[in-house]
């Protein structure tokens, strides 16, 4: 099985919102920083938001206000609810990973993506 599992993404009207998850296993979840990264075809991967197992969170700018990102203990997923959705939100959402190590976080696990489209 993957290391991350997600879910979630789809066709959304402009102004809507979508939820997307990620579940892993609970050996990774609780040591990990969980993020969401997105990508359009001849761009670079961009950070969305993400959070620390203590609940620190960051976000990228573009999505401040819109988006947020949340974790669930308990079930060892991560979700991003999004609203306010426009065009320029559609890419490929991947959940990743990120492991603490000598004063930084790296990366280490990446899910397959899912696709999230904004169109009328």
């Known amino acids: 099985q993957a290391p991350l599992v997600e879910s979630g993404g789809g066709l959304v009207q402009p102004g809507g919102s979508l939820r997307l998850s990620c579940e892993t296993s609970?050996?990774?979840?609780?040591?990990?920083?969980m993020g969401w990264y997105r990508q359009t075809p001849g761009k670079e991967r961009e950070l969305v938001a993400s959070?620390?197992?203590?609940?620190?969170?960051n976000y990228g700018d573009s999505v401040k206000g819109r988006f947020t990102i949340s974790r669930d203990n308990a079930k060892n997923t991560v979700y991003l609810q999004m609203n306010s959705l426009n065009v320029e939100d559609t890419a490929v959402y991947y959940c990743?990973?990120?492991?603490?190590?000598?004063?930084?976080?790296?990366?280490?696990?990446w899910g397959q993506g899912t696709q999230v489209t904004v169109s009328s």
């Open positions: 959070i620390t197992p203590g609940g620190s969170i």
């Open positions: 990743n990973t990120a492991r603490y190590f000598s004063g930084a976080y790296y990366p280490e696990y």
């Open positions: 609970g050996s990774i979840f609780k040591i990990s920083r």
